[in-house]
């Protein structure tokens, strides 16, 4: 039975977990599957679940992050694959992500998995991340901090549209829009830093119950190389143990030699890794 929702309840939610604990053991690594947009309402039936005898046994999100892309992150039961089920799962979301005009659909894949077989499909490789995790209760200490920071508000957007310009050139996102939901949403905070009443770098918390997701972690490039990463990260890993949110997590794409180590050092651990590959619709559906 197919079943697709514009938001997974809690038992799904716990089911999904299930699958990806699974998944993770046959594979050694997962799909991204960001479950804090699983779980809210969204405005299209977005995620697919495919069950058998009331088992979750396959399932399909669907990611809007993109300006001309979807991403796709997919699960099947080891026991239940090569029978068609992730075909179905794809077929099935294709209508929606053609009605909203999309033309290319990015896959997380577990790392280095069937790697030669997407190739033959038609994917191409994009990168690969790391998910690392941060557990611990004890404050880092900084002796030399050279940073001020605040939280942005509105009035800051147009800063941070320049520091996304200038750190990340490449990315496809409409930044003022992004910025001002961002801002209006009581989940998320983002930390502005300073160094002599200049702006050099920014970083985003998304708050969870239990701890955070740092993402979106830049300093300029005529700043990096100086410590100033060490100081954000930091000062944002010391404000999320100030609210009694011990438990961190951020993703690094794996070529960032110099992001791991700084990652490393404050604590963090790899706890899964995933490649990305990318495909337009008319080359999967040929």
């Known amino acids: 039975m197919l079943k697709n929702t514009n938001q997974v309840d809690a038992f799904q939610l716990k089911q999904l977990e299930q699958l990806r604990v699974l998944c993770k053991t046959t594979d050694g690594s997962t799909p991204n599957l960001y479950t804090h947009i699983l779980e809210q309402p969204r405005v299209f039936p977005a995620s697919l679940l495919y069950y058998e005898q009331g088992q979750l046994i396959g399932?399909?999100?669907?990611?809007?992050?993109?300006?001309?892309?979807?991403?796709?992150?997919?699960?099947?039961?080891?026991?239940?694959?090569?029978?068609?089920?992730?075909?179905?799962?794809?077929?099935?979301?294709?209508?929606?992500?053609?009605?909203?005009?999309?033309?290319?659909?990015?896959?997380?894949?577990?790392?280095?998995?069937?790697?030669?077989?997407?190739?033959?499909?038609?994917?191409?490789?994009?990168?690969?991340?790391?998910?690392?995790?941060?557990?611990?209760?004890?404050?880092?200490?900084?002796?030399?901090?050279?940073?001020?920071?605040?939280?942005?508000?509105?009035?800051?957007?147009?800063?941070?549209?320049e520091f996304d310009a200038a750190c990340f050139p490449t990315k496809e996102v409409d930044s003022t829009e992004r910025f001002q939901h961002l801002i209006d949403g009581r989940e998320y905070q983002i930390i502005i830093a300073y160094q002599d009443n200049h702006p050099v770098g920014k970083a985003h918390l998304r708050w969870q119950p239990q701890g955070a997701t740092l993402s979106d972690i830049a300093v300029l490039p005529v700043h990096q190389g100086n410590g100033l990463g060490t100081s954000l990260i930091t000062y944002c890993i010391n404000l999320a143990l100030s609210e009694g949110k011990p438990h961190l997590n951020l993703d690094v794409e794996t070529h960032n030699e110099r992001a791991l180590k700084l990652y490393t050092r404050l604590g963090f651990l790899t706890q899964n890794a995933c490649d990305y590959w990318v495909i337009s619709i008319n080359q999967l559906i040929k």
């Open 59 to 161: 399932f399909l999100g669907t990611y809007f992050f993109y300006e001309d892309a979807v991403e796709i992150s997919l699960l099947i039961n080891p026991f239940y694959r090569r029978r068609g089920i992730a075909r179905t799962l794809i077929n099935s979301i294709l209508p929606l992500i053609k009605s909203q005009n999309y033309h290319k659909l990015i896959f997380s894949n577990p790392a280095q998995i069937n790697s030669e077989w997407l190739h033959a499909l038609g994917f191409s490789y994009m990168h690969s991340e790391y998910y690392m995790e941060r557990d611990d209760l004890n404050p880092l200490l900084h002796y030399k901090q050279p940073l001020t920071f605040h939280t942005a508000t509105v009035t800051d957007i147009p800063l941070l549209c």
